[in-house]
């Protein structure tokens, strides 16, 4: 898992177009992109996405969140449709994760969904409090996917009047960002970095996509098919990297035992053999 398209729920056209690119993962959204009038139509309109032929892709439906009072009513629309997932919004830790396996438990049952099937990942650093939060998501259960962590909704909280300088996020913002690398990190599920807002500085989205491979982050969340190829490129292994990482393991394999060799001169221990197994792992190996 590499990219993550948001897709608006109530538009086919877009939704058709999403299924024929190179993303991982599509996000059908019923919260954002979706006028607040439009909402309840729009659930039908996912529920129908979610029967179509999703061309071999993971799909996760994106519902309101639970301050809406729409959260019940968003699932049972579209559970039937057998998402492979859902993403909640303005999640404030691991609290809320519980909560909502509590409610997909009931919804898989009534479906004849294997118990535990549908995963879930929040937005997890909307608010102040939940940046606060993040490290309850090591115990938020099994279902847990992923943690995304974004800049747009926690500027509007904090009272921030900008979240970005010319060099990339604020502080407080890049405080979020680390912070919600460290929590997922430590739950064991992929990082998965913000939008990127400006849709044709292309430029910018490779930099900043740079920057969260460099920094562990596993994947990008997206908002324009624009950016999909590019963030693909960058989160998959080079040459290097793998063959690295099969020299690595290799090595490891042939000492088994002794827990540390030496290749090139630099010892490698167990840190080295994770970080191996996680390059030969995105590579689909």
């Known amino acids: 898992m590499r990219s993550l398209l948001f897709v608006p729920g109530d538009s086919t056209r877009k939704f058709d177009k999403a299924r ?118 090591i115990s938020a259960g099994p279902r847990l996917r992923g943690l995304l962590w974004g800049g747009e909704d926690l500027a509007a909280d904090l009272g921030a009047t900008e979240n970005r300088e010319d060099e990339g996020y604020t502080a407080p913002f890049l405080l979020a960002r680390n912070l919600c690398l460290m929590a997922a990190t430590a739950a064991g599920v992929p990082a998965i970095d913000a939008v990127y807002t400006n849709i044709r500085d292309l430029s910018g989205l490779a930099a900043e996509t740079r920057q969260a491979r460099r920094d562990g982050f596993a994947a990008k969340a997206l908002i324009h098919p624009a950016h999909i190829d590019i963030v693909n490129a960058i989160f998959a292994p080079t040459e290097k990297e793998l063959a690295w990482a099969r020299q690595v393991l290799a090595a490891l394999e042939e000492h088994t035992g002794t827990g540390v060799v030496s290749i090139d001169g630099m010892m490698i221990d167990k840190p080295h053999e994770r970080a191996a197994r996680r390059i030969i792992a995105a590579a689909g190996g």
């Open 20 to 137: 024929l690119t190179n993303a991982d993962l599509l996000i059908l959204d019923l919260e954002d992109s979706v006028a607040e009038e439009q909402k309840i139509a729009a659930r039908s309109e996912v529920a129908m996405k979610l029967q179509a032929d999703r061309a071999g892709k993971l799909v996760y439906v994106r519902v309101n969140d639970f301050g809406t009072g729409l959260t019940a009513g968003d699932l049972a629309a579209v559970m039937p449709g057998r998402p492979d997932g859902i993403m909640l919004p303005k999640s404030t830790g691991g609290d809320d994760i519980r909560r909502l396996s509590h409610m997909l438990d009931a919804l898989e049952a009534v479906e004849g969904i294997a118990a535990g099937e549908t995963g879930i990942i929040p937005v997890a650093t909307e608010s102040a409090g939940a940046v606060l939060g993040l490290q309850s998501y």
